[in-house]
């Protein structure tokens, strides 16, 4: 069974830092590329990044582009985000999720997120 | 604003036939497959429809895609009270280098 486990989340200032990790398990980590999405309190779902299986490629949403990374460690079966210059519109539920493919591919592009983490509450506030 | 448009809620009775339409352009769903999650109150979201039509393994058959265009929708037959959740539509996008989503239509069964 697939497991996803997301952890780093907690209370930060304004202009500070996080970095998010989400452990797999049960899982050919090393085959599919990886996706980080988060909810805002009472929103939607919002895209944020991912990652291709060998951490050769890297993908961001607008909002986040310039202070978000995203990295995977394939030995440990682990990816990363990190999270600078945060912002109030941070905060939010972080899921990671595996897609189905290792990179975009074809007709089907990255979006089918086969498993998903619980989430990390990640909030930023004075 | 989310890239590809939903309706943000919709309502419908037990045992009815409910349709969820989500838009894009032809960057999006246009050029690329739609799959669909469904996220239940308090919950991560779920797989629901991959590919534009297929369901993954454990998802009843009363769940159907379909797509045409630029435009896709979700189709839930014999509605039923755990059916009440929040439904997204999401895709590639070649323009944007990302993956987009809906913004979401909350499904409430009264």
């Known amino acids: 069974e697939v497991q996803l486990l997301e952890s780093g989340g907690g209370l930060v200032q304004p202009g500070g830092s996080l970095r998010l990790s989400c452990a797999a398990s049960?899982?050919?980590?090393?085959?599919?590329?990886m996706t980080w999405v988060r909810q805002a309190p009472g929103k939607g779902l919002e895209w944020v990044s991912a990652?291709?299986?060998?951490?050769?490629?890297?993908y961001y949403a607008d909002s986040v582009k310039g202070r978000f990374t995203i990295s995977r460690d394939n030995f440990k079966n682990i990816v990363f985000l990190q999270m600078n210059s945060l912002r109030g519109d941070d905060t939010a539920v972080y899921y990671c999720?595996?897609?189905?493919?290792?990179?975009?591919?074809?007709?089907?592009?990255?979006?089918?997120?086969?498993?998903w983490g619980q989430g990390t509450l990640a909030t930023v506030s004075t | 604003q989310s890239v590809l448009t939903q309706p943000p809620s919709l309502s419908g009775t037990p045992g009815q036939r409910v349709t969820i339409s989500c838009s894009g352009t032809?960057?999006?769903?246009?050029?690329?497959?739609v799959n669909w999650y469904q996220q239940l109150p308090g919950k991560a979201p779920k797989l629901l429809m991959y590919?534009?039509?297929q369901r993954p393994s454990g998802v009843p058959d009363r769940f159907s895609g379909s797509k045409s265009g630029t435009s896709t929708s979700l189709a839930i037959n014999g509605l039923q009270s755990d059916d009440e959740a929040d439904y997204y539509c999401?895709?590639?996008?070649?323009?944007?280098?990302?993956?987009?989503f809906g913004g979401g239509t909350k499904l409430t069964v009264l």
């Open positions: 999401v895709a590639w996008d070649d323009s944007l280098n990302g993956v987009v």
């Open positions: 032809s960057s999006n769903i246009g050029s690329f497959t």
């Open positions: 590919g534009n039509n």
């Open positions: 049960g899982t050919s980590f090393t085959s599919f590329a």
């Open positions: 990652i291709s299986a060998r951490g050769d490629d890297t």
């Open positions: 999720a595996q897609d189905r493919f290792g990179r975009p591919t074809g007709r089907y592009g990255l979006g089918w997120f086969d498993h």
